[in-house]
């Protein structure tokens, strides 16, 4: 099967905007059977108070935006994740969504909210769900989600093979190394779509990838400017978890060791 990322800068708060940019781009991944976008693909990022950031969101069941990636998906028969600013009520959550040509096949909130997002977004109240889509298993994580390894352990003991993450990365460089050694330590395929540009202060880092289940980067976009890549790739590697012929990533665990992970601080 085909991975790719589309690496851009959406247009904040302006939708239209936005799907104009992106339409060349998804262009570009014809042939992609899971192309990856940033986080809050559909709104842009740095809100300036929550009832702009509330302004721009649009609800899962009814959103312009997932209409125009189902119709993508329908057109080339293939599957997106891409961030998404969800309105659920009166919550913001920072999603991801999984659409395909049948329409909207699952969602992640973001658990882990970075800095000013948290006067903004709800944290996520889903848990760590993988879905199955066609023949590989799918999760997904959001952005700053990248530095807990207890997130990424979860979704490949829940048999992730391949991890979505769509990013808004502004620290220099540290996702972009952490992600190809969660991949290794999980043993699986990840695509961190990452956006380019600037909002106000924020300097987006750029550098989309795709990591194998061996931790090597298969492809890797610029610091700056759009960039998309496609990558054929091998889904039966994610599901090797022999590490040596006496190893085994799952069954050589310990996790009554590990109690501390699931403890609250006191
Ligand atoms: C981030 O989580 N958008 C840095």
Same mark, same amino acid.
């Given at each position: 099967?085909?991975?790719?990322?589309?690496?851009?800068?959406?247009?904040?708060?302006?939708?239209?905007?936005?799907?104009?940019?992106?339409?060349?781009?998804?262009?570009?991944?014809?042939?992609?059977?899971?192309?990856?976008?940033?986080?809050?693909?559909?709104?842009?990022?740095?809100?300036?108070?929550?009832?702009?950031?509330?302004?721009?969101?649009?609800?899962?069941?009814?959103?312009?935006?997932?209409?125009?990636?189902?119709?993508?998906?329908?057109?080339?028969?293939?599957? !997106?994740?891409?961030?998404?600013?969800? %309105?659920?009520?009166?919550? #913001?959550?920072?999603? /991801? *969504?999984? @659409?395909?040509?049948?329409?909207?096949?699952?969602?992640?909130?973001?658990?882990?909210?970075?800095?000013?997002?948290?006067?903004?977004?709800?944290?996520?109240?889903?848990?760590?769900?993988?879905?199955?889509?066609?023949?590989?298993?799918?999760?997904?994580?959001?952005?700053?989600?990248?530095?807990?390894p207890e997130?990424?352990r979860?979704?490949m003991l829940?048999?992730?093979? !391949?991890?979505?993450?769509?990013?808004? %990365?502004?620290?220099?460089? #540290?996702?972009?190394? /952490? *992600?190809? @050694?969660?991949?290794?330590m999980?043993?699986?395929?990840?695509?961190?779509?990452?956006?380019?540009?600037?909002?106000?202060?924020?300097?987006?880092?750029?550098?989309?990838?795709?990591?194998?289940?061996?931790?090597?980067?298969?492809?890797?976009?610029?610091?700056?400017?759009?960039?998309?890549?496609?990558?054929?790739?091998?889904?039966?590697?994610?599901?090797?978890k022999?590490i040596?012929?006496r190893n085994h990533l799952i069954a050589d665990r310990r996790p009554a060791e590990y109690a501390a992970l699931v403890?609250?601080?006191?």
């Amino acid at each position: 099967m085909r991975l790719a990322y589309v690496q851009f800068a959406p247009a904040l708060a302006d939708l239209e905007a936005t799907i104009e940019r992106l339409r060349p781009l998804l262009e570009q991944c014809e042939g992609a059977d899971l192309i990856v976008l940033p986080e809050l693909c559909n709104s842009g990022y740095n809100f300036s108070g929550r009832d702009r950031a509330m302004a721009a969101a649009e609800q899962f069941g009814r959103s312009r935006f997932i209409e125009f990636l189902v119709g993508y998906c329908r057109k080339y028969d293939c599957h !997106i994740v891409s961030g998404f600013n969800e %309105l659920d009520g009166d919550s #913001l959550y920072n999603t /991801a *969504v999984l @659409v395909g040509p049948d329409g909207p096949l699952g969602r992640y909130r973001k658990l882990h909210l970075f800095k000013d997002e948290k006067d903004i977004f709800t944290p996520g109240n889903l848990g760590l769900p993988v879905f199955d889509c066609g023949p590989v298993k799918i999760g997904m994580l959001v952005c700053f989600d990248w530095i807990f390894p207890e997130a990424w352990r979860v979704l490949m003991l829940k048999g992730a093979e !391949i991890i979505c993450h769509p990013a808004n %990365l502004v620290l220099p460089g #540290l996702a972009q190394r /952490a *992600v190809p @050694v969660h991949a290794m330590m999980n043993r699986v395929f990840v695509v961190t779509a990452n956006r380019v540009g600037r909002e106000g202060p924020l300097t987006f880092t750029g550098m989309s990838l795709i990591a194998d289940p061996l931790g090597r980067v298969l492809a890797v976009a610029p610091q700056e400017g759009p960039h998309t890549a496609v990558v054929e790739i091998d889904p039966q590697q994610a599901r090797d978890k022999m590490i040596t012929t006496r190893n085994h990533l799952i069954a050589d665990r310990r996790p009554a060791e590990y109690a501390a992970l699931v403890e609250k601080p006191a």
